[in-house]
Structures are given as structure tokens and as C-alpha cells.
Nanobody, 127 residues
């Protein structure tokens, strides 16, 4: 299986920045799609930024232009650079992965397509 561990969360003022990291281990060479979900208070879990199995990035409309998804060359680490943070970005952020070939925002944002999840890292943005 794939083990995922998030880090980098914290509390910041609106307009500030944070970089989240996801360390991945225990995966094979098979195709994998991986990215970030978040769940704010009283909200459903939503996709934020995700690499499909071909390495193409997808972003939620609410974070386009502010968040940037990246990974190292070995794909052992996934990053989410979050700039111009807003209070509505406050949420628990989860790293998630699935094995196989998958693309397209609609499919990539279905939580049931992911069988590997980190425990999450909290991001709190104050106004």
C-alpha cells in the first residue's frame, strides 16, 4: 500500500502563505494519481489540487491562481504552495492517492476512487 504523511499546516493571517508537504512511501511503479483534498467545518470533502496518472495537474476553481501543485523527481514528495490565503481556505487538508490510470477533474475529485489517505494537516486562516 501507499503510506502518506502530511505536514506544513498552521495558522496564518489572510493573504499569507503556507506550503504543505506529503511524503509518500510503500508504492509500486504502477501509475498513480495523487493530490490534495480538504474539508472545512460543516463542509463536505472537496478536491483542491490533483495530479492525474499522467502527471497533469488539476485545480479547483476556488484555488486557481493561488495554489500550485508540485512534486519532486522521484515522486516521493508532493507539495502544495498556497498563496494569498483566505479565511475560506480554513480546513483540514488531506493527501490522497490511488493506483491506476485516471484523469479528468470529475473523476479525480471522487473520494471513493482513492484508497490511500493521510491523516491530514490543519490550515487555519484568520482575517
Amino acid at each position: 500500500q501507499v503510506d502518506l504523511v502530511e505536514s506544513g499546516g498552521g495558522s496564518v493571517q489572510a493573504g499569507g502563505s503556507l506550503r504543505l508537504s506529503c511524503a509518500a512511501s510503500g508504492y509500486t511503479q504502477s501509475n498513480i494519481y495523487i493530490g490534495w483534498f480538504r474539508q472545512g467545518p460543516g463542509k463536505e470533502r472537496e478536491g483542491v489540487a490533483i495530479f492525474d496518472s499522467d502527471g497533469t495537474s488539476f485545480y479547483a476553481d476556488s484555488v486557481k491562481g493561488r495554489f500550485t501543485l508540485s512534486q519532486d523527481t522521484t515522486k516521493k514528495n508532493l507539495y502544495l504552495q498556497m498563496n494569498a490565503l483566505k479565511p475560506e481556505d480554513t480546513a483540514m487538508y488531506y493527501c490522497a492517492a490511488g493506483r491506476g490510470r485516471l484523469t479528468g477533474w470529475y473523476l479525480l475529485t471522487q473520494p471513493n476512487y482513492y484508497n490511500y489517505w493521510g491523516r491530514g494537516t490543519q490550515v487555519t486562516v484568520s482575517s
